[in-house]
């Protein structure tokens, strides 16, 4: 929430705001988010202009991940340049507008935390990667390949030799056991 009677609704009134606030709950999307109480820094100007304030600058916090190619978690940063205007009301902005196009002034305040977490909610990847190149999983056995032996891989038997190896070894098990009864039936 931030206060916006010290601007006053003359048109070009101006104001900046350097804020560290607590984020108010989880900010973001499935996997990647801002935590709930990360610090989120605010470098915003406040500007009134004929239908309401104008509000641009940089939303800047930390967010908590987890990678969509290797699942393992990771830290990074998400920072975004905002432009929202918030009307007033009875303003031709907001007589003219849906609920959710145009963002409200309210009791003479700027609720700050919806368009956070709209402007969040599209910044961040909806497939996040703990790094650009993360080499995922290896599709086998599902080890990360980030940690795995450098030319990690298995050997696939071809379906077609494995038939061929289960016959050769099925007949040499025959013959070998017909020629022990033979020795035992000599002794
Ligand atoms: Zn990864
Ligand atoms: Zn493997």
């Not at 700050?112 to 909610?121: C, H, M, N, R, S």
């Not at 790094?131 to 599709?139: I, K, R, V, W």
Request: glycine residues 10%.
């Amino acid at each position: 929430m931030l206060d916006t009677l010290s601007l006053g609704r003359r048109p070009g009134s101006m104001r900046t705001v350097q804020q560290h606030i607590a984020s108010p709950s989880r900010i973001g999307l499935e996997m990647i988010a801002i935590r709930e109480g990360g610090d989120i820094d605010l470098d915003l100007r406040l500007e009134s202009v004929s239908e309401g304030v104008l509000v641009t600058g940089t939303v800047r916090a930390d967010t908590v991940g987890e990678c969509s190619r290797c699942l393992e978690p990771f830290t990074g940063e998400v920072s975004l340049y905002l432009t929202e205007l918030f009307a007033y009301p009875n303003s031709v902005t907001d007589q003219t507008t849906q609920e959710d196009e145009v963002y409200r002034i309210e009791d003479d305040l700027i609720d700050l935390e919806p368009a956070i977490v709209d402007a969040v909610g599209l910044e961040l990847p909806l497939r996040p990667l703990c790094t650009d190149d993360c080499a995922g999983l290896c599709a086998e056995c599902g080890i990360r390949l980030a940690i795995a032996e450098s030319g990690h891989g298995h050997e696939i038997l071809d379906p077609r030799w494995a038939g061929l190896a289960a016959a050769f070894g099925a007949g040499s098990e025959e013959s070998s056991s017909a020629s022990d009864s033979k020795n035992n039936e000599e002794k």
